[in-house]
């Protein structure tokens, strides 16, 4: 379809108060809000990112919304400097708003981050609103013509005219204008919004429409901003590949589960701060301590989900650093910790030195130097080695995640360990302080990394240990 964006000859028709929407809008509002479930396939090209375009899949049911970064044409999230792909780099990354939370989940690992939000709106695109308004959709349909009808801008007045075949609506508000261009052929919809103010664009939308298998709607949207080359350029462009919409197979609600994280994930929990709360496992319903996680699932009450299981199977089996140990693994959530030899495993965040043997560092140290000597002394074979080191990195995301949420109590211990002039002394005083503090790390090693590890040798492999320690010296045996 070929667009009109010159200089409009507007022929006044009618002037709307701001009793409610120009009928046109609430046409529009109407139809994209009966949308209960859909799916948008769609390419983003935005020149202020690093990484200039990237495939997503974003899917709507009922109040949730999920968006899926599939990643580039080789779908590639984490590159290197060389260009390479980074390991772990892979996706799809999953983002799910739903029940008042924000899900952050890369495909395939075995932890995720919670977010609870205070408002839907800003925390992901939502296509419904595509072409709506003069900037990237972030709110659903209703929310996004209300920012413009009593939201901040606030139209205080309506007028609607005609600029060749299209429909123009200009909303005056206070300071700004907003003007939509709509094309009453192609199912209504908007082909231009502009936002200006004293005669200057600030920014604007241009769309080409389509109809989708019976589903007007966008086929392509510029955005355009001051800021940017002077709104010369399109900052970001959309691009549409599939649009359907309100199917029968499409689920009336996307929860956790169906993208990917089920009973047995480790979840980090933050407020809308970004600042962590508490951290879990995810039992299907909710985020449970740790220990309360480990009592029920030994007790019967509860089994770690089939997603969880497949993952955790798939990454024992990785070869080490994806199969190209050349490569540095990416910081970050996308990082794959299971891949790393003990030697290479990110240590956990520590405080000060401290001569007491319990210090961070030293308690992560030995987690690694009893997860290499166990696969030592069993002589474990690559498979069983691979599923260790699984064993092993899980371990240190959950002490990691506990370091994190009481860092200050702990490095505060530490510092107080230190300067004290009696270490002997303080060995005594802080003693109860500083095992209630530890207490989480031991159960995570006890009920975790020990256990984890015994399940993994043979009958075969067992007795070879037994009998080659046996031939031994006394002091290499008791070393072990």
Not at 194 to 211: F, I, K, N, S, Y
Not at 283 to 297: T, W
Not at 329 to 335: E, K
Request: proline fraction near 7%; charged fraction near 25%.
């Amino acid at each position: 379809m070929v667009l009109l964006f010159c200089t409009p000859i507007i022929q006044m028709i009618a002037g709307l108060s701001n009793d409610g929407l120009p009928e046109e809008l609430r046409r529009l509002e109407e139809t994209r809000r009966s949308w209960s479930t859909g799916q948008v396939e769609w390419i983003w090209t935005n020149e202020s990112r690093p990484v200039k375009t990237w495939n997503y899949t974003s899917r709507f049911g009922g109040e949730s919304n999920v968006l899926i970064l599939r990643g580039d044409d080789e779908g590639v999230i984490s590159r290197g400097k060389d260009g390479h792909a980074l390991s772990g780099g892979y996706g799809p990354h999953y983002s799910l708003y739903e029940q008042g939370r924000t899900w952050q989940y890369d495909d395939g690992t075995l932890r995720a981050e919670m977010v609870n939000a205070e408002q839907r709106a800003g925390q992901l695109p939502d296509l419904r609103s595509l072409g709506l308004s003069p900037q990237f959709p972030l709110s659903d349909p209703a929310e996004t013509l209300s920012e413009a009808h009593g939201g901040l801008l606030a139209p205080r007045r309506y007028t609607k005219g005609r600029d060749g075949n299209l429909i123009t609506i200009r909303g005056d508000c206070d300071r700004d204008v907003i003007t939509w261009w709509i094309d009453p052929e192609a199912g209504g919809l908007p082909v231009r919004v502009v936002q200006e103010a004293g005669g200057e664009v600030l920014a604007e939308t241009r769309c080409t429409v389509r109809d989708f298998n019976g589903v007007w709607y966008p086929e392509s949207a510029c955005f355009f901003r001051k800021g940017y080359q002077h709104g010369k350029q399109p900052e970001q462009v959309v691009r549409i590949h599939s649009v359907y919409v309100n199917e029968p197979d499409q689920p009336a609600a996307i929860t956790p589960d169906d993208i990917g994280i089920d009973a047995g994930v480790f979840v980090e929990v933050y407020n809308s701060h970004r600042e962590m709360q508490h951290f879990g496992t995810w039992d299907g319903l909710a985020v449970l301590e740790l220990e309360e996680y480990e009592r029920k699932f030994h007790a019967g009450e509860i089994r770690n989900g089939p997603k969880y299981e497949r993952n955790a199977g798939l990454r024992a089996a990785l070869p080490p650093n994806g199969g190209n140990s050349s490569q540095k693994p990416p910081d970050g959530p996308q990082a794959d910790m299971n891949t790393l030899s003990p030697e290479q495993a990110p240590t956990i965040p520590h405080g000060p030195e401290t001569l007491t043997n319990l210090s961070l560092k030293n308690r992560e140290t030995e987690w690694e130097r009893y997860t290499r000597r166990f696969i030592e002394r069993y002589r474990l074979n690559d498979e069983q080695r691979q599923k260790a080191l699984l064993i092993l990195s899980d371990c240190e995301e959950r002490a990691k995640a506990y370091v994190a949420k009481n860092r200050s109590a702990l490095e505060e211990l530490e510092s107080r360990l230190a300067s004290e002039p009696s270490p002997q002394q303080n060995q005594i005083t802080l003693t109860n302080e500083q095992k209630r503090l530890l207490a989480p790390l031991s159960t995570i090693f006890e009920t975790r990394l020990k256990p984890g590890l015994e399940k993994l040798p043979t009958r075969a492999q067992r007795r070879s240990a037994v009998e080659a320690e046996k031939r031994l010296p006394a002091a290499a045996t008791k070393e072990r």
